[in-house]
């Protein structure tokens, strides 16, 4: 049959098609698996239950195989349903109906296998056209499938496809999600293929959970550990999440980076090891931690992480983490010729028309013995060929090898090799270029040019633009691309030298307190930005010097600079929450109200305010509302409306959630608030008190009031530019709908939150928006698509390390009519279901209109008889 001509089902990419057949439940997490292999291998799955329901399905699937490239089989226990009036399952006809394309055939392991199943399995194995394997789980069919269809197109599909334009395009770019991957290499990974398939093979085998690649700094463990990561991802279902601990020192901070890395936020109801327990539990996640021989202390947490979750760890240390069932894997400096190769390719980098030949392959050989085939070394050497030939360079080294001798005798060779290497690559640099390298080591993780600016003082900025060229030109700086702005790093040894420089000329505290006022400025700009249209770039920029940003805050308040700490955390306010660093600020808060007695009024008050609402979230207590109306009438006095106002409003929360509410006192105090609010000038701070206010009037169940001032709010954000603040004032506004019992517009404004906080990358509000659509969605009837919306808005919460319900949910009482009506069980399959989703597709889920995954309308309760409206 001519598939140009056939007609019936046309996707608009030319992708080569790969039709998935198996039954749909029995092997659910099997075909999520393929289809997950299939996209990343930039094919388009074709899979059965995605299909058109009105076709008659044996037409779909025949019109679905006619198009098809690649038949893939999946079979274990159940033969499949068989129609009536016919002979065989559907399973089989899909497998009679296949046209002359090449057959993967993947059996899972059963000692029970339906009869008629068993029969077609003997056909297929006596058929030649089919290639067949047995697997046990879906991590293992990853692996085979991956490798089995990128042979497949190798062997058949060398030539382009009949169909107009390229074989394969693009891979579409993936959707955000909550875990830090491992960064790309620009650079290919040169002498390692045996270190790369070993430890691949120590990640994928059976009860190897935790391999350690050791060596000494600069041997290329990280290199090969992200290159590992990304060989084996098939092999891990729910992810690669990498965390970069060169920044942080104190072993009880691992699991606060492990956190950030995989979206965990941590609002301290409960241990963070026992949230990150339960946000992965079930996860068959892979863990890459670099740069641990520094935090080894953090072992114990890490042990117990492997304990009680399947996830896996890879770390890189110079030490092993001397924990239970540890794989160590050495990783020795490269072979002579490696190393060769390694040099010439960097030097090519710098110099594209450098050639290793005759007349230098001897000087090459030279520089890479002299450095032990240290393949950081080598770089920092290949950097120079712009300036000095290899016979020079070989020259250089070997006058400053002297330098080994005189190293510290506790130290391993290598590393004082790499110390000797970096300080001869510092010595090349002009007096300017080796004092800004010294000064920029105060940055831990990274930075923009505007503080290589500040940490120049007083260099002329055409200076420090060619200075800090220079370092990234000799491999002492990189450079990143984060769209509109420049991102710089500097690798963790190179910064250590580099501090050690400053330490020895008695600079060091004088660029840390640089460093603090640098931060204690940028954030005040970002606290003044951050809340208009340039919101999202301060995101993305604050996300990347978060740590730094932290340095600053705890430099501070060691020095006692209480009011600058207040000032710089205050600033920031509007980010914590979106971060989930509000525990942190506790931290920092409660330990100025404890030590800085010489703090400011304005300063302790701002404290007191930020501990106690970090408590109100966590666990509301009445005993806060006096310390919480004292601060709102100092503010008052000091004529600051806008944290007078922002003070009401939780004092006006806390009456409400009193048993039984005070609604007299709430009363009072928004309105209050609202007289605050109304007196101000900001027209951000008006909009984001209007929005706290009118989520206290929905718990009040004043929904006349919260409406208008929602929509007063939403207003005032939009014209402020400020998104975050649009999308959790929409969110309330969609429950006010609820209330009303104008479910279209309620699911308007729902739908417009979760855009806008999957835009920006707040996840919680992605969660507050699917508890939404599932009000919606339940009132209208569709019970399955409603769990789904919910499932998918539990498992957001469960990554986050929060299952319990929000104070400011409001679907628990429509929840609850479901749970105790005839639906409940179809409702807890669809939930279930629903809690497998990632976040992509739960945000592609709410975004549809209809649909589900498996969608079957049903009744259910209205918001008349749920008692939603209020």
Known sequence: MDRAASGLIRTPDQRLRVFVSSTLRELAPERRAARAVIERLALAPVMFELGARPHPP?????????????FVGMYWESYGWVAPEEVVSGLEDEYNLTPDIPMLIYIKESS?????????????????????????????????????????????????????????????????????????????????????????DLLTGKHRRLVTITGPGGVGKTRLAIAAAREVEPAFPDGVAFV??????????????????????????????????????????????DNVEHVVDSAPYLAQLLGDTEVSVLATSRILLRVDGEQSFPLNVLPASAATELFAERARSVKPDFELNDANARAVADICTSLDNLPLAIELAAA????????????????SLPLLVDGARDRPERQRTLRATIEWSAQLLSPEERTLLQRLGVFRTGFAFDAVAWMSEGLP?????????????????????????????MLATVGEYAREQLTGRGELAHYEELHADFYLQMTAIAGAEIIGPRQEAWLSRLTDE???????????????????????????????????????????????????????????????????????????????????????????????????AKTLCAVALLHL????????????????????????????????????????????????RAIETLDASISAGRSVGDRLLVGSAVGARGWAGIFAGDIDPA????????????????????????????????????????????????????????????????????????????????????RAAGRDLDSAAAVELGLNRSGGLDRTPTSSPSAETTGLRK
């Open 58 to 70: 044996r037409s779909l699937y025949r019109a679905y195989l006619e198009q098809s490239d690649v």
């Open 244 to 289: 970069d601990l060169a920044p942080v020192h104190d072993p009880s901070r691992v699991l606060d980076a492990i956190a950030v890395a995989l979206g965990v936020r941590d609002s301290g109801e409960v241990s963070l090891i026992g949230k990150l327990k339960e946000a992965l539990r079930e996860a068959r996640l892979l863990l890459v931690l």
């Open 461 to 489: 900025e055409d200076e420090t633009l060619r200075a800090l060229g220079a370092l990234i030109d000799g491999s002492l700086i990189q450079e990143h691309d984060r769209g509109s702005r420049a991102w710089f790093t």
């Open 546 to 644: 978060g740590n730094e940003v932290r340095t600053a805050i705890e430099y501070l308040l060691e020095q006692h600079r209480w009011d600058d700490a207040v000032d710089l955390v205050w600033s920031l306010d509007w980010y914590w929450g979106i971060g989930g660093r509000l525990k942190d600020v506790g931290v920092w808060m409660q330990r100025v109200l404890d030590e800085g007695s010489d703090a400011s009024d304005r300063s302790r008050n701002i404290a007191n305010i930020e501990v106690l609402l970090v408590e109100l979230w966590r666990k509301p207590e009445q005993s806060a509302l006096r310390p919480l109306e004292e601060s709102a009438a100092f503010f008052r006095e000091q004529g600051d409306r806008l944290t007078e």
């Open 747 to 830: 699911e308007q404004c729902f739908r417009e939150q979760l855009l806008i906080a999957s835009t920006i990358g707040h996840e919680p509000g992605v969660g507050y928006a699917l508890e939404g659509l599932f009000a919606t969605t339940a009132t209208r009837g569709d019970i399955d698509r409603a769990g789904h919306l919910l499932g998918a808005a539990d498992a957001i919460r469960q990554r986050k390390g929060n299952s319990a319900a929000a104070i400011l949910s409001f679907h628990g009482r429509l929840l609850q009519q479901i749970e105790l009506g005839p639906q409940a069980a179809q409702f807890a399959r669809a």
């Open 112 to 200: 029970k296998r339906d009869a008629g199943l068993d029969r077609l399995l003997e056909r297929i194995r006596s058929d030649d056209r089919v290639s067949y394997a047995s697997f046990h789980t879906p991590a293992e069919l990853k692996r085979l499938l991956t490798s089995d269809l990128a042979i497949l197109l190798a062997e058949r599909f060398t030539t382009a496809s009949a169909r107009e334009g390229p074989l394969l395009e693009p891979a579409p770019s993936p959707s955000a999600t909550t875990i830090v991957r491992p960064p790309s290499s620009l650079a290919r990974m040169i002498g390692r293929d045996v270190e790369l398939a070993t430890v691949a």
């Open 384 to 399: 120079r060929v712009r300036l000095l030939s290899p016979a020079e360079i070989a020259e250089r080294l070997h006058h």
């Open 657 to 704: 959630l009193k048993d039984p509410p005070d609604f007299l006192s709430a009363d009072e105090t928004m309105n209050q608030a609202s007289d605050a609010a109304a007196s101000l000038a900001d027209e951000f701070g008006s909009a984001i008190v209007g929005m706290m206010i009118g989520r206290a009037y929905l718990m009040r169940g004043n929904v006349p």
